[in-house]
């Protein structure tokens, strides 16, 4: 049974960063991507980052070059750090992990960034 464990939110100013972290028990597997979402009040979930076993990256447009995404897949871990936050990143953000072969998705209990402006 995969479960994750997010941590590292918080409040913090525009301009700011954070590090949120997710420790995934259980993904031991090639066939897990791992990633971040979030989801902000009134809005849909949306996808902010993922990462495959080897490490190809995916980013949301609204954070290139302002959030990276990282793994250890020996720690079973993923990072996702946040540089020059901007208050519409303010939401719930959750570690998913996601076994593509199965198509089959596992989510945290998420963790708040709140960023002021």
């Known amino acids: 049974q995969v479960q994750l464990m997010e941590s590292g939110g918080g409040l913090v100013q525009a301009g700011g960063s954070l590090r949120l972290s997710c420790a995934a028990s259980a993904v031991t597997s090639a066939l897990y991507r791992m990633g971040w979402y979030r989801q902000a009040p009134g809005k849909q979930r949306e996808m902010v980052a993922t990462?495959?076993?080897?490490?190809?990256?995916n980013y949301a447009d609204s954070v290139k070059g302002r959030f990276t995404i990282s793994r250890d897949n020996a720690k079973k871990t993923v990072t996702l750090q946040m540089d020059s936050l901007k208050a519409e990143d303010t939401a719930v953000y959750y570690c998913?992990?996601?076994?593509?072969?199965?198509?089959?998705?596992?989510w945290g209990q998420g963790t708040q960034v709140t960023v002021s402006s």
């Open positions: 998913q992990a996601r076994n593509m072969a199965l198509s089959r998705e596992y």
């Open positions: 990462i495959l076993y080897a490490g190809t990256v």
